[in-house]
C-alpha cells in the first residue's frame, strides 16, 4: 500500500476555499489552506486523481526537503548535500522555479541559479557529469519556495499549468483562464441543475467548464500529459486505474448548456474547441446577439458572462453595458445573472444593484465577480411573494 505524503495545492486569489473543498470531495487529508494554496495529504494515486480532477488547482507541488538557509552559500550546500540521484538521472533535463518572500532573499532568478549550481556540482562529483537545464518541458520540474530563512523543495507534479486543460487550440482575444472560468461559475453557486448561459461566450472556455462541472467529467482529461510522467516512480496502470475510476463518474446532465457569440469567427472557435473537449452532446453554440436575444428556457436560468472590459474595444463601453442591464431587465426574468468585470465605471450604466460583489483577479487585472437576481415579477413583488410564504410556514 502506497504511503501518503505531503502535498501543496496552488490557486488563485481568492479561491482558497473553493479548492479546499474540492480536496475534501476528493478524499484528500489533512487539508490546510494558506494564501493562495491549500496543503493536504495523500498517496501517489491521490497525486495522480488529482491533477485530473481539480477544477481550481493551478499547480499540485511534492515537497521533498525542507531546510533553512541563511545565505546564498547555504543554499548552495543544501542542494549539493540533497541526493538528488533518488529522483533523476544524469542523463535528466530539469529547471528550476522559485519563490521567495522577506529580506535574506529578494532576487528568485539568483535562488534557481544557486540551486541549479549546487545539483550539477553534486551530480558533477559523483559520476563525472553534469545533467542539463531545459527551460521548455523539462523531464524534473523543481519548484524552491524561501520564506525568510525556511527553503521547501518540492517537485512539481504537473508541469505546465493545470489551467492548460488541452481542449482550448483556438482563442479569440484576451479569453479567460480556464481555471478562472470553473472557479468564477463555482463561485456563483451554479451546481448544474438549471440551464446555464454565457451571452457573449467568445472561444466558450466558461460554458465548457460549465458543461465539465455539471457532467462531473474530470478538469484535465483532455490533457495530454503531466510532469510526473517523467518521474522515476511513475506508474502507467496506477494512473489509467484513477483515470477509469473517475471517468465511471461521469453522468448526462438535463439541461441545457449554451453559448451565445454574434461574431461568427467566435462561434465558430467555440464549437472547435466544444469538439475538442468531445462535449458536443452537452453544449449548444449559437451565433446571436445578446441584446437582441431573449430567454428561451422554462424555469431558472443561470446567466455567465464575461463583457469587454474596454482595453481592446472600439465604441462606446458604457452603452454596452447599459445595453447588457436594459437586455436582462426587459427580456430574461427568472435569471441569476453573474458577470466578472475590471471595468468598474462602465458598470455603473448596467442600471442594476448587485446583490454580491466578489473580488477576484483576471490576470493582473483586479476585477469584480457581481451577481444580479433578474426577478419574474417586480423586486417588490417577489419579496411580497417570498414574504408571505415565510408566514405560512
Same mark, same amino acid.
Given at each position: ?7 501543496? @495545492? ?28 491549500? !496543503?493536504?495529504?495523500?498517496? $501517489?494515486?491521490? %497525486? ?8 481550481? @488547482? ?19 550546500? %543544501? ?12 542523463? +535528466? ?11 535574506? #532573499? ?9 540551486? $541549479? ?8 562529483? $559523483? ?24 527553503? +521547501? ?15 482550448? +487550440? ?11 472560468? !470553473? ?31 455539471? !457532467? ?7 490533457? $495530454? ?13 496506477? #494512473? ?36 475538442? @473537449?468531445?462535449?458536443? !452532446? ?112
Amino acid at each position: 500500500m502506497e504511503e501518503n505524503f505531503d502535498m501543496y @495545492a496552488k490557486t488563485l486569489y481568492g479561491f482558497e476555499d473553493l479548492l479546499a473543498k474540492e480536496l475534501s470531495l476528493l478524499g484528500a487529508q489533512n487539508i490546510s489552506k494558506g494564501n493562495r494554496g491549500v !496543503a493536504f495529504r495523500g498517496d $501517489k494515486g491521490f %497525486m495522480y486523481k488529482a491533477n485530473l480532477s481539480l477544477r481550481t @488547482a493551478i499547480k499540485i507541488l511534492k515537497p521533498i526537503h525542507k531546510a533553512s538557509v541563511s545565505d546564498p552559500d547555504a543554499l548552495y550546500q %543544501m542542494c549539493y548535500d540533497f541526493p538528488w540521484e533518488d529522483y533523476m538521472e544524469v542523463t +535528466t533535463t530539469f529547471a528550476i522555479d522559485s519563490i521567495v518572500f522577506g529580506d535574506l #532573499f529578494v532576487h528568485s532568478q539568483y535562488v534557481s541559479q544557486k540551486a $541549479k549550481d549546487g545539483l550539477v556540482d553534486r551530480f558533477r562529483d $559523483k559520476v563525472g557529469e553534469r545533467p542539463n537545464v531545459k527551460l521548455n518541458k523539462p523531464d524534473l520540474q523543481i519548484n524552491i519556495h524561501i520564506e525568510q530563512d525556511q527553503c +521547501t523543495l518540492s517537485l512539481d507534479s504537473s508541469g505546465a499549468s493545470l489551467h492548460q486543460r488541452g481542449y482550448r +487550440t483556438a482563442t479569440n482575444i484576451a479569453p479567460l483562464n480556464e481555471v478562472l472560468a !470553473a472557479g468564477i461559475i463555482l463561485l456563483s453557486g451554479w451546481e448544474g441543475n438549471t440551464d446555464f448561459l454565457d451571452p457573449m461566450c467568445g472561444s466558450g472556455t466558461l460554458v465548457i467548464e460549465a458543461a465539465m462541472i455539471a !457532467a462531473k467529467i474530470p478538469a484535465n482529461i483532455n490533457r $495530454k500529459s503531466f510532469a510526473f510522467e517523467n518521474w522515476k516512480d511513475w506508474d502507467p496502470d496506477l #494512473f489509467e486505474t484513477i483515470r477509469s475510476a473517475q471517468l465511471e463518474k461521469v453522468v448526462n446532465p438535463a439541461i441545457k448548456i449554451m453559448g451565445y457569440d454574434k461574431a461568427p469567427s467566435a462561434v465558430e472557435k467555440s464549437l472547435q474547441n466544444v469538439q475538442n @473537449a468531445n462535449l458536443q !452532446a452537452f453544449v449548444i453554440i449559437s451565433k446571436n446577439n445578446f441584446f437582441h436575444s431573449e430567454k428561451t428556457t422554462q424555469g431558472p436560468l443561470h446567466l455567465l458572462t464575461n463583457p469587454p472590459y474596454g482595453e481592446r474595444l472600439e465604441g462606446n463601453i458604457n452603452a454596452i453595458y447599459q445595453s447588457m442591464g436594459d437586455t436582462l431587465k426587459q427580456s430574461y426574468p427568472n435569471t441569476h445573472a453573474w458577470m466578472i468585470t475590471a471595468n468598474m465605471e462602465a458598470m455603473k450604466f448596467v442600471g442594476l444593484r448587485p446583490s454580491r460583489k466578489i473580488k477576484i483577479f483576471n490576470g493582473k487585472l483586479e476585477s469584480r465577480l457581481l451577481y444580479f437576481p433578474i426577478y419574474e415579477g417586480s423586486k417588490r413583488t417577489h419579496k411580497y411573494i417570498d414574504s408571505k410564504e415565510k408566514e405560512e410556514e
